[in-house]
């Protein structure tokens, strides 16, 4: 008697230390499922296999999203190694059942709701059937792998006819109770505490997963209205480096604000590699149309449209242009928010260039220079013709910059070709104290 003691006591207390020594993991999904949120919940199950997690539970109430986010997210569930759990507090609409469905058992709250995964377009209509049809087959063999009833989870998509995308058919939605009749709930629990008493977690390491505070950085820089600023801080940066070449702080700025407004939207997943990429050849065109290219024609247009697009589509979750799952109202936000930025950062730049130029603070971080007669300079209207002269350019002509005549600096201009530095010259046109000069070959 005394050793069945002995044996049921070393087995209780094995059991003790077993279940102290599990480790949860808990992932909220409480928000619309979008980059941010994949990101999240792919971040969460990263961090629970380093930390050697033995479940997950997600903790989840959401009307969905966009699918392919959810895609990504049924994915990673399906492939994880340790059982996931879902513990749906009230709702798990569309894209959020779908999820759901992917988890090794489902517990949900008291009123709560699973199903209505119709596919819809930016707008809100349902998309056309051809959407609906994957997203039929997605739900079957996600059903099909956890072994629950397929044609149920069919059924929660429905059918789109007709030009009008009407929905047709009944759509399911389940209800706590209809979802565990029909096999689609393990049970009703009220909480997450109870939960673990039911799995026998309550003595487990329960931890909720955060972001760190790189990622809360990274999702700080995709506020909206905070992109709006790194749009005039890159085209602020720009102008003042373009009217101040050499000075540096400026271009350094918008290279700062490129690379914050860039870099969040890539990790988050809404930019991809050919969306950076454009601005940037759209960047390289407008250099060439500035520096190079005389006049502002095709290579200048073709530069800045391709600057505005990729600022655009850095900031909306399109495939490949395709905006069927894109909220209208965030394309139309998005664009107008670029746009105005841009509208907004050409006045600034204008209206308050002189004053920042005139600056303490400007003078501080710019080479500051007096260019007196003695030293050869003028700006005099020149009072003498100077057409026919000959001399060299004394800095490169790209149409514009200086030439030097008979020891004299003088601004210049060319024809719009572009001259280099120290070749031989000739005045051919005078106005006020500016030289249209050309450059004389073979001599």
Not at 389 to 413: C, E, F, H, N, W
């Amino acid at each position: 008697m005394k050793k069945n003691s002995i044996i049921i006591f070393t087995f209780f207390l094995f059991t003790v230390i077993q279940a102290a020594a599990q480790k949860v993991y808990v992932i909220k999904v409480r928000e619309e499922i979008a980059p941010q949120m994949s990101h999240f919940v792919e971040l969460g199950l990263e961090a629970a296999t380093i930390d050697s997690a033995d479940y997950i539970i997600l903790d989840m109430d959401t009307y969905g999203g966009a699918l392919t986010d959810a895609d990504l997210i049924r994915t990673a569930i399906l492939e994880y190694p340790k059982p996931v759990y879902v513990f749906i507090n009230k709702n798990a609409a569309s894209a959020g059942a779908l999820i759901s469905i992917a988890c090794d058992s489902i517990y949900m709250d008291r009123g709560s709701n699973i199903g209505s995964a119709t596919v819809v377009d930016g707008e809100g209509k349902p998309a056309p059937d051809k959407y609906q049809s994957y997203m039929r087959a997605m739900m079957r063999t996600t059903a099909e792998t956890n072994h629950r009833n397929p044609a149920i989870a069919e059924s929660m998509v429905g059918t789109v006819i007709g030009t009008d995308s009407i929905t047709v058919g009944k759509v399911t939605a389940f209800t706590t109770s209809e979802a565990i009749a029909n096999k689609y709930c393990e049970a009703e629990v009220h909480s997450l505490d109870e939960l673990y008493k039911r799995l026998h977690l309550d003595k487990a390491s329960i931890v909720t997963f955060e972001l760190d505070t790189t990622d809360e950085i990274i999702n700080f820089f995709m506020n909206p209205a905070l992109r709006g600023l790194l749009l005039l801080l890159i085209i602020g940066g720009v102008y003042f480096e373009l009217q101040t070449p050499g000075v540096g702080f400026p271009l350094a700025a918008a290279i700062v604000g490129i690379v914050l407004y860039f870099v969040p939207s890539y990790l988050n997943g809404l930019a991809e590699n050919w969306e950076i990429l454009i601005f940037f050849i759209g960047a390289v065109l407008l250099i060439l149309e500035i520096t190079v290219i005389p006049g502002f024609g095709i290579a200048g247009l073709t530069g800045l449209t391709l600057i505005v697009a990729s600022l655009i589509l850095a900031a909306l979750n399109n495939i490949v242009f395709d905006f069927t799952f894109v909220p209208e109202g965030d394309v139309y936000i998005t664009s107008a928010t670029v746009l105005l930025s841009f509208t907004g950062g050409i006045v600034l730049v204008f209206v308050a260039g002189n004053q920042f130029m005139k600056s303490a603070f400007f003078n501080k971080i710019s080479v500051q220079e007096t260019f007196a007669a003695s030293d050869g300079y003028t700006s005099n209207f020149n009072t003498e013709s100077l057409i026919g002269k000959q001399g060299t350019s004394y800095s490169v002509l790209r149409p514009s910059g200086k030439v030097m005549i008979d020891g004299t600096i003088y601004d210049a201009y060319s024809r719009g070709e572009f001259i280099e530095e120290k070749k031989n010259i000739e005045v051919i046109e005078q106005v006020g104290s500016s030289l249209k000069v050309k450059e004389i070959h073979g001599e």
